[in-house]
């Protein structure tokens, strides 16, 4: 290959800022994405298994309307067809306040929130009816049951497929440089043009990305173990049931 | 911490590997395949692009078909036939370090940093850098666009001045012209920039053309090569000689006139500066 490698591309003048930066960006919109797609996905997953159609309906649009959509898609209409819809004020704000962030963290949160609440739904579908049942004849109203044992059970057992979808979450941060939000993969771009060093670039965003990950699967691994109630949901190594 | 390093190694494992498989020149290489295969743009009126009947033509693919094909396919004595490759800023290096194509043809501008990693033939075109805007806009060129919302294509050249020059403009960057485009129509920025003919194609290619302006006097020197592997001479002076034979000819004026000329896709008349300075590129045979 007549590819001269120069790995220092990564860390003289001001390209170890701008991998920096993406980074903090990519964090950014990763927590905020996260928050939001959580909240949705709590919210649309426990609607999903209420004994009440209407809520379920609705829900269940939620989830189908925005996940089988690609999130390219997404990202476009948040940032070209949502501004304009909006009144002037806010539209100037907006354009004020970095609009391509917003839209970014909008698109992520909203289409990752659709797939989070299908993992939470298969959390509280695992959970026996007799226990909704069991805490119904408590004497706890639904929302009760739902909020005070179905959910805290359920968010425990879904943790393996969250994390899954925490990581693809932070993965697909990257789509959003195709609305000029720079973040780490717009970063490790801006580095190859300034250089013309694509593989170092694309090298560096690589490692990132895998140590990110890593780090975001290892603490999830650590949340499971730390909240997990002893007795109550089985595991593999324990052997208790 | 010891499964990422394995990634690691993995992952400079499959880099390295790659470097051992090349011993042949690119010529060779056309030789064996019976293709050249080039990397161009498929949005970038009137160089590269996809046109009304969803044919990929342009100038840059036509100088390819028309000068330098015929070179080659004297050289390696048969028909060498011509395969076209979607690439952008961002991977047209990639691209050819990695033998996907033989030669970058569309809009790139030859700089010293490329250099280091791609070769290039002589500059085939002459342009610099503008602003397309909507008519009657603030926005009269570089001087007044402080504070501004500003598009540029990522991986341009123009985005890198004005972030040096100009650092209180709002720079927002896209990955095409489109999406650029999209913005500024949609008043998302006050302005695009790139270089001032493909800004003068986007506004022919636009639905109502007379809605806008290319403003500014040129704040950069763009000139366009095509690209190559670096360190192979035979095949870089078969395309220099398809160039500088169709500019001698005369046959680089029928084509520029084909797409620039006043029934032309882009009317942008050639200045008898860059006719001259295009002639003197061309060496005696």
């Known amino acids: 290959m007549n590819y001269h490698f120069n790995w220092s591309v990564l860390w003289t003048g001001q390209t170890g800022g701008w991998l920096l930066q993406g980074v903090v960006t990519t964090l950014q919109i990763f927590a905020l994405g996260l928050l939001i797609a959580i909240a949705l996905g709590i919210v649309a997953g426990a609607l999903r298994t209420v004994p009440l159609a209407p809520l379920r309906w609705l829900a269940g649009g939620y989830v189908e309307f925005f996940r089988n959509v690609p999130l390219l898609v997404w990202m476009f209409f948040w940032y070209f067809a949502m501004p304009p819809l909006l009144p002037q004020g806010i539209q100037d704000w907006l354009f004020a306040h970095g609009v391509e962030f917003w839209a970014a963290v909008c698109a992520i949160g909203v289409y990752h929130g659709a797939r989070f609440s299908e993992v939470m739904r298969a959390g509280i579908q695992s959970i026996p009816k007799t226990q909704l049942e069991a805490a119904l004849s408590t004497g706890l109203t639904v929302g009760q049951a739902y909020r005070l044992i179905i959910i805290p059970i359920a968010m425990r057992l879904i943790i393996p497929p969250a994390t899954n979808e925490t990581v693809n979450l932070l993965k697909n941060s990257s789509v959003a440089l195709t609305i000029g939000v720079a973040e780490l993969t717009f970063q490790t771009r801006q580095i190859e043009t300034y250089t013309a060093k694509a593989f170092e670039a694309l090298a560096a965003g690589t490692i990132i990305y895998l140590i990110l990950c890593l780090t975001v699967a290892s603490m999830m691994a650590y949340v499971e173990r730390r909240v997990a109630i002893p007795g109550m949901i089985a595991h593999g190594q324990s052997g208790a049931s | ?285």
């Open chain 2, 1 to 285: 911490m010891k499964r990422s390093v394995g990634f690691l190694v993995l992952f400079l494992l499959i880099v390295s590997a790659t470097g051992l498989s090349l011993a042949q020149s690119t010529l060779e290489k056309i030789d064996k395949s019976g293709v050249l295969v080039i990397g161009t743009r498929n949005g970038s009126p009137p160089f590269a692009y996809i046109n009304k009947n969803n044919d990929w033509v342009g100038f840059s693919i036509d100088l390819v078909e028309q000068t330098i094909l015929p070179v080659l396919n004297k050289k390696l004595n048969k028909q060498i036939k011509l395969e076209k490759k979607e690439s952008a800023p961002a991977t047209r290096i990639p691209l050819l370090t990695s033998n996907a194509v033989d030669l970058i043809a569309e809009t790139m501008t030859d700089t010293q940093a490329r250099r280091d990693q791609v070769d290039f033939s002589l500059t085939f075109f002459v342009t610099g850098a503008q602003f397309l805007v909507r008519k009657g806009s603030p926005v009269k060129g570089i001087e007044s666009i402080a504070g501004k919302r500003i598009a540029a294509q990522q991986g341009s050249t123009n985005a890198k001045i004005i972030r040096e020059k100009v650092p209180t403009a709002k720079l927002v960057e896209f990955q095409d012209q489109p999406a650029a485009f999209q913005a500024l129509s949609q008043r998302q920025v006050d302005a695009y920039t790139n270089d001032g003919i493909q800004l003068a194609g986007l506004r022919a290619k636009a639905p109502k053309p007379d809605e806008w302006a290319v403003a500014g006097d040129f704040f950069s020197y763009e000139p366009y090569g095509m690209a190559m592997r670096k360190n192979d001479s035979d095949f870089r002076h078969v395309v220099n000689v398809g160039l500088m034979d169709a500019i001698a000819s005369g046959r680089y004026l029928e084509i520029y006139e084909k797409w620039f000329g006043a029934k032309g896709e882009v009317p942008y008349p050639l200045t008898p500066e860059n006719k001259r300075f295009l002639q003197l590129q061309v060496v005696p045979k």
